[in-house]
């Protein structure tokens, strides 16, 4: 059954369903990127929950038209124009009124959900009797999906697709710049706007899959999943969004596989799973790796510590530092240094003092800046630099020799 | 209207309306000024999860259970939205929008996949709760206030959130100057040895309980609404903490009131014969508060900003 749904070999609908969802889910990742290092993530759930209101206009203008009531493109139509007017009501109170741009999304997010609500019970009494489904927009259904519905979310998503690649430039400026993006003679509200109509592309293209609730997961856990893996934009942009159509498609098939599986919390929690695999091990920012780097650097300071004390004869009882000293064959059992432990710590001793010169050393404060008690000196200064300061160090004084 | 239709069918879901629309704004004025409304947004979505696994836990439907396994969540949410923004070093709202929407989503997966045909539990409930059913059967008119054995009929969702609104108030009573101070001078309130992080998270803790028992009873657009719109309402009329809290007390009561009745009866006047989601239009009422104080409150503008 897996097997078979990942093969996309479950029937036409089903196949429909998933390719439609993979379409959205690369649209969804790509321009969520540019949403999320503009650090305005959460703006993509105030415009999801604002088209429910008018999801519930178009469907009532629809059947006062003498129309079905259910077209699906007319409720797209309707919920881009609720969620475009969202937007411009939390850009209004951002820059007309003192309120901060996170209180303005939550009273645009839940004032007009609320309000959707009340047009959705008005419709529930208008036709009584008359199934609406109008529900299935709060969660998502592809349960009884259509040929038009699923070619309606298949050319959205490319095109959002589309657009994304040809503004992809101004975008990454913006995100990255907007000062420097102005000066260059970029629109930069203009571009906020872009980024922002793409969003809402989606947002509304998505509605039918996995519902206005979800939306925003498909929007916002893609470009964090991918930016533990990369810090170039146009690879974190690439990688989102096959992400994004990786846990669309695996979600859509897996929930296609067998019933009481909803195809939106499926997809969201497909990707969360990528997420949670990239917070814990991706290289570099994981949580893995982060560990290992900090048991790294305890180590070398532990034996760093460690051969400094056998160099000046001071007893070591600190349990790790005695360990790694004997696993390196630097010390024997009983604590007392091998010959090679001798030699390693009269080194460190004699970089220490290598050190306390550089750092004393006016002319050298370049190199003193990079002191850290780890690093080799050798790393920092060339042959001839470390022979002067070890003329000046001196050799041993008052020995006859 | 008599009291003897109003006190049974009216009263009951108009208090806990305004107690639940007070309990949400009074810890809302300190979210919104410490930038960090969309917890409350974050809070009631992570809501359904919780009542969903007490439900599976105690396999019954029942209050006590649900707001335990509703606040633990809240708990676990906090928890991870921490841990993901300083483990992977990520913006606090994207972190949030990962926390809240995967265990929105876990929390729906569940309850597809438990038989709950028997009981009343799916997520439209949870959305936009059920106000208009918690009234007072045992009531027959205003006497019924002064008589035991009716008033032992009170539907359990009032006494409940009238304890947590007596609790939202005396934290913020008992914490008024930490609370203040390190609200707007975190800094400061440092320097004065306050333990700002915990003060930061008792706040959370303390919306994240205001939150679970209202939405027991109103669902979760109230809370959200809730939480933001009266504080937000409150803070364009007035440059004073102590007056924008009694500002948004004002408006929490009148989106209540009004929401209530005009859902109740705003269709009636209409000619319609049914009913409307009293919460939304609650949260609705709310948003056109917040509007007028938009476009006419007194201290809209933000200080030091020209005038429009």
Same mark, same amino acid.
């Given at each position: 059954?897996?097997?078979?749904a990942?093969t ?13 969802a993979m379409?959205?889910?690369i ?7 540019f949403l999320f290092l503009r ?8 415009i999801?929950?604002?088209t429910?209101?008018g ?8 059947v006062?038209?003498?129309?079905d009531g259910?077209?699906l =493109? +007319?409720l797209? #139509? ?5 969620? !475009?007017?969202? &937007? %411009?009501? @939390? ?6 009124t003192?309120l901060?741009?996170?209180?303005? =999304? +939550?009273?645009? #997010?839940?004032v007009?959900?609320?309000? !959707?609500?009340? &047009? %959705?019970? @008005? ?6 009797g ?10 998502g ?15 959205g ?7 994304v ?5 101004p ?9 420097y993006?102005?000066?260059?003679g ?18 509304v ?16 856990i893609?470009p ?8 170039r ?10 992400l ?11 929930s296609?596989?067998?019933p009481?599986l909803?195809t ?13 695999a990239?917070?814990?091990f ?9 560990v ?16 400094l004390?056998?160099?000046q ?9 005695l ?43 370049g ?7 780890l ?5 920092v ?8 300061i ?11 020799v | 209207?008599?009291?003897a239709?109003?006190v049974p ?15 949400c704004?009074?810890p ?6 410490r ?8 809070i ?5 999860p919780?009542?969903?696994?007490a439900?599976?836990v105690t396999?019954v439907v029942?209050?006590w ?7 633990l ?14 483990l ?11 926390t ?20 009343h ?8 709760g059920?106000?208009e ?17 009716a008033l ?21 009573g008992?914490?008024?100057r ?6 707007f001078?975190?800094g400061?309130?440092?320097?004065l ?15 994240a ?14 809370v959200?609404?809730m ?8 803070r364009?009329m ?13 408006f ?9 009745v005009?859902?109740?009866?705003g269709?009636?006047w209409?000619?319609a014969?049914?009913?409307v989601?009293?919460?939304?239009m ?27």
């Amino acid at each position: 059954m897996w097997l078979e749904a990942l093969t996309l070999q479950l029937g036409y609908n089903a196949t429909l369903v998933t390719l439609g969802a993979m379409a959205l889910g690369i649209a969804a990742g790509v321009t969520g990127t540019f949403l999320f290092l503009r650090k305005r993530a959460l703006v993509s759930d105030a415009i999801s929950h604002a088209t429910l209101p008018g999801v519930g206009i178009a469907f009532m203008l629809m059947v006062a038209l003498g129309g079905d009531g259910r077209s699906l =493109i +007319g409720l797209l #139509l309707g919920s881009a124009a609720s969620a !475009g007017f969202g &937007l %411009l009501c @939390i850009g209004w109170l951002t820059k007309y009124t003192r309120l901060a741009e996170d209180a303005a =999304i +939550g009273a645009v #997010l839940s004032v007009f959900f609320g309000f !959707g609500i009340v &047009l %959705l019970t @008005i419709i529930q009494n208008l036709s009584a009797g008359r199934q609406a489904g109008l529900e299935s927009f709060l969660l998502g259904s592809t349960a009884g999906m259509l040929w038009n519905d699923a070619i309606i979310i298949a050319v959205g998503g490319t095109l959002t697709l589309l657009l994304v690649v040809a503004m992809r430039r101004p975008m990454t400026l913006v995100a990255f710049d907007p000062e420097y993006a102005a000066a260059r003679g970029v629109n930069v509200d203009r571009i906020d706007l872009a980024i922002m109509a793409l969003v809402m592309a989606v947002t509304v293209v998505g509605l039918k899959i996995v519902g206005l609730i979800l939306i925003v997961a498909m929007l916002i856990i893609p470009p964090v999943t991918a930016r533990f893996w990369s810090d170039r934009t146009d690879h974190v942009v690439i990688l989102s969004g096959v992400l994004g159509g990786a846990a669309a498609y695996i979600g859509a098939a897996f929930s296609a596989s067998a019933p009481a599986l909803p195809t939106g919390p499926i997809i969201v929690l497909v990707s969360f799973a990528f997420f949670a695999a990239s917070l814990l091990f991706a290289p570099g920012r994981g949580v893995l790796a982060a560990v290992l780097r900090h048991r790294r650097f305890q180590r070398r300071v532990h034996m760093r510590q460690g051969l400094l004390a056998l160099a000046q004869a001071q007893p070591i009882y600190e349990g790790y530092t005695l360990r790694l000293l004997k696993s390196a064959g630097l010390v024997q059992a009983d604590g007392v240094a091998t010959d090679r432990g001798k030699a390693r710590a009269a080194k460190a001793l004699r970089d220490e003092k290598r050190w306390e010169l550089v750092r004393a050393d006016q002319a050298m404060e370049g190199a003193a800046a990079l002191y850290d008690g780890l690093r080799d000196l050798e790393t920092v200064l060339t042959a001839d630099q470390i022979a002067e300061i070890d003329i000046k160090l001196g050799g041993p004084q008052g020995v006859p020799v | 209207m008599s009291g003897a239709e109003f006190v049974p069918l009216s009263l009951t879901p108009l208090l806990i309306g305004v107690f639940s629309a007070i309990a949400c704004a009074l810890p809302g004025n300190f979210l919104v000024l410490r930038r960090q409304a969309l917890i409350g947004d974050a809070i009631s979505h992570v809501v359904l999860p919780g009542i969903v696994v007490a439900f599976l836990v105690t396999g019954v439907v029942s209050a006590w259970p649900m707001m335990i396994g509703a606040a633990l969540a809240s708990l676990v949410a906090v928890g991870l939205i921490e841990a993901i923004r300083r483990l992977g070093k990520i913006e606090p709202g994207a972190a949030m929008g990962v926390t809240f929407t995967a265990m929105f989503a876990g929390g729906v997966l569940l309850l597809e996949q438990t038989d709950t045909s028997s009981v009343h539990l799916d997520v439209e409930h949870a959305l936009y709760g059920n106000l208009e059913s918690l009234i007072w059967l045992d009531a027959i008119g205003w006497e019924s206030l002064l008589d035991a054995s009716a008033l032992a009929g009170l539907p359990d969702e009032l006494l409940r959130i009238f304890m947590t609104l007596i609790g939202v108030c005396l934290f913020i009573g008992l914490f008024w100057r930490p609370l203040k101070v390190s609200t707007f001078d975190p800094g400061f309130a440092e320097a004065l040895g306050m333990r700002t992080g915990l003060i930061g998270l008792s706040l959370v803790v303390v919306a994240a309980v205001a939150a679970v028992a209202a939405f027991d009873a109103v669902g979760s657009i109230i809370v959200i609404a809730m939480f933001i719109c009266p504080p937000a309402a409150a803070r364009m009329m007035t440059n004073q903490l102590g007056k924008q809290i009694g500002w948004s007390v004002v408006f929490a009561m009148l989106s209540a009131i009004l929401g209530y009745v005009l859902a109740g009866y705003g269709p009636l006047w209409l000619g319609a014969n049914h009913a409307v989601s009293a919460a939304g239009m609650i949260a609705t009422i709310s948003g056109l508060l917040l509007a007028l104080a938009a476009i006419a409150g007194p201290c809209r503008h933000r200080s030091g900003a020209p005038a429009h």
